[in-house]
């Protein structure tokens, strides 16, 4: 290793998005190597909205490894982190940097301690699997880092000892999270099943209900249905492995009616796993089934469905519309049912591709208050609006993968001293 004297410091950023599964993984065979009891199917959405950027550094003047979270330090004694850092420790290579007059071999790495900084632009441990784009940051960029030779799949296996989910963050469009049937974990890890470009007619719209952080984490929600619950296991048995099929040749055929079908069945019958759960765990609330209403209702009022909807462990609503169009008509409608307060600003009450407000003909709080109700709606009881009950909705679409980001103005960590900015 270079003289200690020198002080220098190696860094580097990346981007990982998050992702959203359209068929759910909820239950461990492991807990200990976060082996799921069914595979998953998910669809990554475009980091531009939704992602981690996380830098991370390496300094012989470094006395231990530490870890920022959105500005603020984090332990990283957690089991699920010290896993994700040995493995990816064992199989760091050795690396020259000529201009620095760096030189690392593969046995220096492990006396070397790192920096993480980690910041996500979406609210954390809300339901928006905040920890899956967390840990395939984490996991990828210092792979990049300890210039791990390891490829995708390998890295995806890393990423889920860290969070489960996170191993489908490893790659753009859409992602399969394969069980695995080996007790050491080593064949359950995640594949591509399409990119980002295959099917980019989608648009997705996320309705934040709820930033705060949930009352039942994943983690313990997960491990209570496994102990208490009759129908995960018959899910898990008889209803998932048939739907991965089903979802594998929807997203490969791009027929949105099957992809809608199953989407919202399978985030239906999660939700009923969840109350199946003893004491019953609820994740959605009121205003979550007041939109899943909304999109029925909708649905069944056109020949074909325009709109999927799909809860994770939290209240949010993410819809994904057929198209631009449908996009639009879904953003007029939840306009019209959940407007903002009257001081909200319209700009920051629709962030991430706003351009879709234009479709909708709405520019300002004045065209939200005069639009009017959705064709299908036949009574008083089902035109009432919910006023505030709706955070804020982001406009986004699938996604690609993790990126490697070369602009230092977007490191976390200053380059001199591996300290926070």
């Not at 399409?194 to 980019?200: I, Q």
């Not at 984490?217 to 008889?238: C, F, P, Q």
């Not at 069944?300 to 996009?327: C, H, M, W």
């Not at 909705?393 to 980001?405: D, E, S, Y």
């Amino acid at each position: 290793m270079a003289c200690e004297s020198e002080k220098w410091v190696l860094m580097v950023t990346a981007q990982t998005p998050t992702n959203i599964a359209v068929i759910k993984y909820w239950g461990k065979r492991d807990e200990d190597l976060i082996l799921p009891i069914n595979d998953s199917i998910s669809v990554t959405l475009d980091p531009e909205h939704l992602c981690t950027t996380t830098t991370v550094a390496v300094s012989p003047s470094f006395d231990q490894d530490r870890m920022w979270l959105n500005g603020k330090e984090f332990s990283l004694s957690g089991g699920r982190y010290q896993r994700c850092l040995k493995e990816i420790r064992s199989r760091a290579s050795g690396f020259e940097d000529e201009k620095k007059g760096v030189k690392i071999t593969e046995k220096d790495w492990e006396n070397l301690h790192v920096h993480i900084s980690s910041y996500n632009n979406f609210p954390t441990a809300a339901g928006l699997a905040s920890s899956a784009a967390g840990f395939a940051c984490l996991v990828f960029s210092l792979a990049k880092l300890m210039n791990v030779k390891e490829d995708h799949g390998r890295l995806s296996a890393i990423a889920r000892q860290g969070s489960g989910s996170a191993c489908r963050s490893l790659y753009g469009g859409f992602a399969k999270w394969i069980m695995g049937k080996n007790d050491d974990g080593s064949d359950s890890m995640a594949v591509q099943l399409a990119d980002e470009k295959h099917w980019d007619d989608l648009v997705i719209v996320i309705a934040v209900v709820s930033s705060r952080q949930k009352e039942t984490s994943s983690t313990s929600g997960m491990r209570e249905s496994v102990e208490t619950s009759k129908l995960i296991h018959h899910r898990a048995k008889e209803v998932v492995p048939k739907r991965i099929v089903e979802m594998e040749e929807a997203i490969k055929n791009r027929d949105f009616e099957s992809f809608a079908h199953l989407s919202c069945a399978d985030s239906n019958q999660f939700h009923a796993v969840c109350m199946d759960t003893c004491p019953p765990i609820f994740y959605m609330n009121d205003t979550s089934h007041r939109i899943i209403s909304c999109v029925e209702k909708w649905n069944r009022s056109e020949a074909s469905p325009q709109v999927a909807y799909t809860f994770d462990a939290g209240p949010n609503a993410v819809l994904i519309a057929r198209n631009r169009k449908a996009a639009a008509l879904l953003l007029q409608r939840l306009l019209f049912h959940f407007p903002p307060r009257s001081d909200a600003d319209l700009k920051s009450y629709v962030i991430g591709d706003k351009s879709i407000l234009q479709d909708v003909g709405v520019q300002d709080m004045k065209d939200v208050d005069a639009l009017p109700a959705p064709p299908e709606i036949k009574d008083n009881i089902a035109a009432q609006k919910y006023k505030g009950d709706v955070s804020y909705f982001i406009c986004t679409r699938p996604g690609r993968g993790p990126v490697l980001l070369s602009d230092e103005s977007q490191a976390l960590l200053n380059p001199k001293t591996g300290l926070p900015k």
